[in-house]
């Protein structure tokens, strides 16, 4: 713990007086070095929560791109969330398309800037989030990663009504991916592959139809898979067990070094023919935040949580690292 003076504002940002934040496992991977931030030191958290207690001067907002929502003006104690995208130039052919998650020049918070582990965070206007009066902060923090990212895969996976979906892992973004893709579609079937016990029991009791380790076979081939775990063996797992056309969504920053060898066992005619496709998840744009928090408010979807004293981040992350505690892990910050 370190006492660090306010953030600096740049015209077109605002002060955030942070009450939650999210715990991810993304910032597992920087701490780790398996994803090093482009400077060190750095405050991590991309799932912040908290009042605007400042904004700079905003004549210099000019938000640009496909991609930007129309919504009310941020004023002074409005209730905010700011998500991993910190910032996208609006500029260049991913952002004028509407994928600016694509850019660049994408810049994260927690990674890139300081993020949310801290009383106050410094966020550009145009990327912030209203967030719902019926979220609380503490059940809207988990939304603005481990929700949007399951969000954006469950739209990539283009399954519907009817069909079956497979979910490899089942952590904070797997378990709301679940609650988020049962409100939407009432009768798709969930079929949940964990090496993890407790999370497989976690997984039964919010409603899959079926759950077992990557050992086991499920009851049917699967429309589509959405992968959320570091490791290559789940990819090629999930291949065998993908109907003719199916799709499997990696909603993964990275996946281990160690275990790459896995890909050398990948057998075209079993793995990949018919049709198959193998679809990577990059970051998340604004509408996929807000789209998710509006989708959750309206649906009353409330995420499994697990909360923690700002002072007691390091043992949240040692709790994802070891498994065991399911759902989401937030920071509680008490000013």
Not at 256 to 262: A, I, L, M, R, T
Request: glycine share 10%; aromatic share 6%; proline share 6%.
């Amino acid at each position: 713990m370190e006492e660090l003076p306010l953030p600096d504002l740049n015209p077109g940002e605002c002060l955030i007086k942070v009450s939650a934040c999210g715990v991810c496992h993304t910032e597992l991977d920087e701490i780790e070095g398996r994803m090093d931030p482009p400077r060190l030191p750095v405050i991590p958290g991309h799932q912040v929560v908290g009042t605007v207690v400042n904004i700079a001067d905003q004549r210099n907002q000019t938000p640009k791109g496909k991609d930007q929502l129309s919504k009310d003006p941020i004023r002074v104690g409005d209730r905010v969330g700011a998500a991993w995208i910190n910032w996208a130039c609006g500029e260049c052919e991913y952002c004028l398309s509407g994928n600016e998650n694509l850019c660049e020049r994408f810049r994260a918070n927690g990674r890139d800037v300081d993020g949310g582990y801290a009383q106050f965070i410094s966020v550009p206007l145009d990327f912030i989030h209203q967030i719902p009066t019926r979220l609380t902060d503490i059940q809207a923090a988990p939304l603005l990663c481990a929700g949007a990212i399951g969000y954006r895969s469950l739209v990539l996976s283009g399954v519907q009504n009817g069909d079956t979906l497979g979910l490899t892992g089942f952590g904070a973004s797997g378990h709301l991916t679940l609650k988020i893709a049962k409100s939407k579609f009432p009768e798709l079937q969930f079929f949940v592959f964990s090496r993890n016990a407790s999370e497989r029991e976690f997984a039964v009791s919010l409603g899959a139809n079926w759950a077992g380790s990557f050992e086991d076979d499920p009851p049917a081939l699967l429309n589509a898979i959405i992968d959320t775990t570091p490791a290559w063996k789940p990819v090629l797992f999930s291949m065998s067990k993908l109907k003719p056309g199916g799709r499997l969504v990696i909603n993964a920053i990275r996946k281990e070094e160690s275990d790459k060898g896995e890909l050398g066992q990948l057998d075209y005619a079993f793995h990949l023919w018919k049709e198959k496709e193998i679809k990577s998840v990059a970051n998340v744009t604004r509408r996929d935040v807000r789209e998710c928090l509006k989708f959750a408010a309206e649906a009353g979807i409330q995420s499994e949580i697990q909360t923690y004293a700002l002072e007691d981040a390091n043992q949240a992350l040692l709790d994802i690292k070891k498994g065991g505690i399911p759902g989401a892990k937030v920071l509680q910050i008490v000013h």
